[in-house]
C-alpha cells in the first residue's frame, strides 16, 4: 500500500515537474519581453528628452516673413542674396520672382551667385544650377528648394521658414506682381 | 585578550606605512620570478593581461606596438581633455572665442590643444593600422573573432570621436565640414530626415547642434570608448595573449615558451608608451592645430572639404549618387569587415604575415591593380566618363547612381574570382586580395580629395 502511493506521487511529481519546465520557460520569456519593454521605454525618454523640442527654433523658422522691399528695387535679371533667411530672390527676364533657398540640395554648402556666368556654382562639390534652380550639373539631385512668397502693394514679402522641395521648374512658381 | 597584548607589545607601523600597507599589501618589487605572476593578478590594471605571454609574441614586428600607442593616445585625450573642458564653452557665440582665450591667455593652453588635436588624428591613423596588421597576420581567426568586432566598433567611435570634436572649435573649417557630414545622412531612406534632424537639433546647424556634439565628444562616446577598450584587452587574455607569429609552412610546437608578462611585456609596452609620448609632445610643440576665421553661415569657402579622415567618402561622394555611394557601397563594406572573421576558411593561416607566400605575392600584384585602377578610374570619370548626359533619358538616380554602383561591384567580384582563378588562390588569400584592393582605392581617393583638388574641387596638381 505504503509502496503504491509512493509511486504515484513519484509519477505526479514528474507530471508536475513537467508542466512546471514549460511554466518556468514560459516565465523566463515573459521576463526577458519585459525587460526588453523596460529597455525601450528608457531609449524612448532618451530620445524623445534629446529631441528638438517645438518651442525652440521654431521663433526664427515659422512664420519668418522677410519684408525684401519694393518690386522696382529688383532688376529684371538679377539675383539678391539676404543673409536673414538665407534665400535668393532672384528676379526672371521677363520680370517674375522667385525665392530660392542658398542651400545646396546635394549636402546643404550656401551656394553663390556668380554673375560672371549667370550661375548657381556650390564649391563644395561642384554642381551647378541655373537662375530658376534648376540643375545643370551635378551632383546635386533636385533643384534649389522654394520658398513661397507674396507681392502686396509692390512689397515683396517672403516666408523663410517654409521650405518647398521641388521636382523641377514650372511657370506656375513664378510670381509675377499685379497689375505691373 | 592574550592575543591582543600580544599585539601591543610588537611594534607597529606607522600611519603613513599603514595607509600604504592597506592600497599595497604586498610588495610592489617582486624578490622573484615566482611572485611575479602574483604581482600582476594583484593589481587592477595590470590582471587584464595574462601572466605569461608566449614569447615569440614579444616580437617587434608582429604588432609595432600598434595597439598599445592606440591604448595611450586614448588616455592622453582623456587627460587633455578634461582640461580643455575647464575653458570651452560649448555655445556658437562663445566657443570660437574661448579657443583663442585657450591659446592666448592660458599657460600652456595651446599645447594642450596641440596634444589634443593630433593625438586624435595620430588615433584615427594607430587604430587603421592595426586593423590592417590584424588582418594581414590573421589574427581574427577564431577565439578572437570578438576582438575583431569590438575593435571594428571602437574604429567607428573613434571616428565619431573625431568628428564630433572638429566641430567644437566653430570655425569656417568645422562648420562647413560638419555641414557636409550632416549632410550625408539625409540620403539614408525612410530614417535619414529624422536621423539629421535629431543630430542637428532643429533643421540647420545652430546652438543645439553644438550642444549635442559637445555633449557626445565629452560624454557619451569618451565613455563607450572606456568601456569598450576594457572589454578589448579583456578579450586578447582570454584568447591567451596574441597571435604567435610563423613563417609560412611552419609549424607551431604544442607548447610555446612562455615568459612572464611582468618585466617582459611590460617594459617593452612602457618604452614604446614613453616613445610615443615623446612624439606626440615633439610634433605639438613644433606643429599648431589649425583653425579658421570664425564659422559664417552664409559663406562657404572655396573648396569645402571635409576633415582628411572623410575625404575618401568625399571623393566617392564625388562619382556616385550619394544614396548609392553611402549606402550600398559603404553599408556593403561595412557589413563585409563585420562578418569578416565568420566566414569559413579552410586554410589555416593564423599568425603568418598575408597568410603564405603565394598570398604575399597576390597582395602585391593587388596593390598594384588597386593603385593604377583608382587613379584610372578617377581620372577618367574627371574628364571622359559623363554618363548622366551620355544616357540623358534616364534619372540621375540611376545614370549617377545605379549604374556606376552596379559596375563597381561587378568589378570588385570578377576581380575576386579573376584572381582566385588565375592564381589558384585559397577563399582567405582572395579575400585578403580584395581586401588590399579595396584599401588601396579608398586611401587613393583620401588623397586625391585631400591633396588634388582646388577651386570648385576640379582635380589640380597639388605640387
Known amino acids: ?180 | 585578550m592574550s592575543d591582543s597584548r600580544l599585539d601591543r607589545t610588537e611594534s607597529q607601523p606607522g600611519y603613513v606605512r599603514r595607509i600604504w600597507l592597506s592600497m599595497f599589501p604586498f610588495p610592489l618589487q617582486s624578490r622573484s620570478q615566482r611572485e611575479r605572476p602574483r604581482f600582476l593578478l594583484r593589481n587592477l590594471i595590470l590582471h587584464f593581461r595574462p601572466t605569461l605571454v608566449p614569447e615569440r609574441t614579444l616580437r617587434f614586428s608582429l604588432t609595432f606596438g600598434l595597439g598599445g600607442m592606440a591604448a595611450v593616445l586614448v588616455l592622453l585625450q582623456l587627460f587633455t581633455g578634461v582640461l580643455l573642458k575647464f575653458v570651452y564653452e560649448p555655445l556658437p557665440t562663445l566657443a570660437y572665442e574661448s579657443i583663442g582665450r585657450l591659446q592666448g591667455t592660458f599657460l600652456f593652453g595651446r599645447l594642450i590643444r596641440n596634444v589634443h588635436f593630433w593625438s586624435a588624428n595620430f588615433l584615427i591613423l594607430v587604430v587603421f593600422l592595426h586593423g590592417l596588421r590584424v588582418f594581414f597576420t590573421g589574427a581574427f581567426h577564431a577565439p578572437r573573432q570578438m576582438s575583431w568586432v569590438i575593435g571594428l566598433t571602437l574604429f567607428l567611435l573613434v571616428l565619431a570621436s573625431n568628428l564630433t570634436g572638429y566641430l567644437l572649435p566653430w570655425d569656417q573649417l568645422a562648420y562647413w565640414a560638419t555641414t557636409i557630414c550632416v549632410g550625408m545622412l539625409e540620403y539614408i531612406p525612410l530614417i535619414g530626415t529624422w536621423v539629421q534632424r535629431a543630430i542637428l537639433g532643429g533643421s540647420q546647424m545652430g546652438p543645439p547642434t553644438l550642444r549635442n556634439f559637445y555633449a557626445f565628444h565629452t560624454a557619451v562616446i569618451p565613455a563607450l570608448i572606456v568601456a569598450l577598450m576594457a572589454f578589448h584587452f579583456w578579450r586578447v587574455r582570454k584568447a591567451g595573449g596574441l597571435v604567435i607569429p610563423r613563417s609560412p609552412g611552419e609549424e607551431l610546437p604544442e607548447k610555446p615558451i612562455m615568459v612572464p608578462t611582468v618585466p617582459h611585456l611590460l617594459l617593452r609596452e612602457a618604452t614604446v608608451a614613453l616613445c610615443l609620448v615623446a612624439f606626440v609632445m615633439g610634433f605639438s610643440v613644433v606643429f599648431d592645430a589649425p583653425i579658421g576665421p570664425p564659422a559664417n553661415p552664409g559663406f562657404s569657402p572655396n573648396p569645402t572639404k571635409a576633415p582628411w579622415y572623410f575625404a575618401g567618402v568625399q571623393e566617392m561622394l564625388m562619382h556616385f549618387h550619394p544614396s548609392f555611394a553611402l549606402l550600398i557601397v559603404f553599408g556593403a563594406l561595412f557589413y563585409a569587415f563585420f562578418v569578416l572573421p565568420y566566414v569559413y576558411y579552410p586554410s589555416a593561416t593564423k599568425g603568418i604575415w598575408f597568410g603564405s607566400v603565394n598570398g604575399r605575392r597576390t597582395a602585391l600584384v593587388s596593390l598594384c591593380a588597386g593603385a593604377i585602377s583608382s587613379v584610372l578610374v578617377i581620372v577618367l570619370d574627371e574628364y571622359v566618363i559623363d554618363l548622366v548626359s551620355w544616357m540623358p533619358g534616364l534619372s540621375q538616380t540611376l545614370t549617377n547612381g545605379a549604374i556606376p554602383t552596379a559596375l563597381l561591384i561587378l568589378a570588385l567580384v570578377g576581380y575576386y574570382f579573376l584572381l582566385k582563378r588565375r592564381f589558384k588562390l585559397s577563399r582567405i588569400e582572395a579575400t585578403q586580395a580584395l581586401m588590399v584592393f579595396v584599401v588601396v582605392s579608398f586611401v587613393i581617393m583620401t588623397v586625391t580629395c585631400y591633396f588634388f583638388r582646388g577651386q570648385g574641387m576640379r582635380l589640380t596638381w597639388a605640387f
Request: charged share 25%; net charge positive; glycine share 10%.
Open chain 1, 1 to 180: 500500500m505504503k509502496k503504491k502511493t509512493n509511486i504515484k506521487t513519484i509519477a505526479k511529481a514528474a507530471d508536475v515537474s513537467q508542466s512546471e519546465i514549460s511554466r518556468r520557460g514560459f516565465l523566463q520569456k515573459l521576463w526577458v519581453a519585459l525587460g526588453i519593454v523596460a529597455l525601450g521605454e528608457f531609449l524612448w525618454m532618451a530620445l524623445s528628452f534629446t529631441r528638438p523640442r517645438k518651442g525652440s527654433g521654431s521663433k526664427n523658422q515659422a512664420g519668418a516673413i522677410v519684408p525684401a522691399g519694393s518690386i522696382e528695387s529688383f532688376a529684371s535679371g538679377s539675383v539678391t542674396a539676404f543673409q536673414r533667411g538665407a534665400f535668393y530672390l532672384v528676379r526672371l527676364d521677363d520680370g517674375g520672382f522667385l525665392a530660392l533657398s542658398c542651400k545646396c540640395t546635394h549636402l546643404g554648402c550656401t551656394v553663390p551667385w556668380v554673375e560672371k556666368e549667370k550661375k548657381f556654382i556650390c564649391p563644395c562639390h561642384a554642381s551647378t544650377f541655373d537662375m530658376k534652380g534648376d540643375v545643370i550639373n551635378g551632383p546635386a539631385g533636385r533643384p534649389l528648394d522654394l520658398f513661397p512668397m507674396t507681392i502686396e502693394n509692390k512689397v515683396v514679402k517672403v516666408d523663410a521658414g517654409r521650405r518647398i522641395k521641388r521636382g523641377g521648374f514650372r511657370p506656375d512658381q513664378v510670381t509675377y506682381a499685379k497689375n505691373s
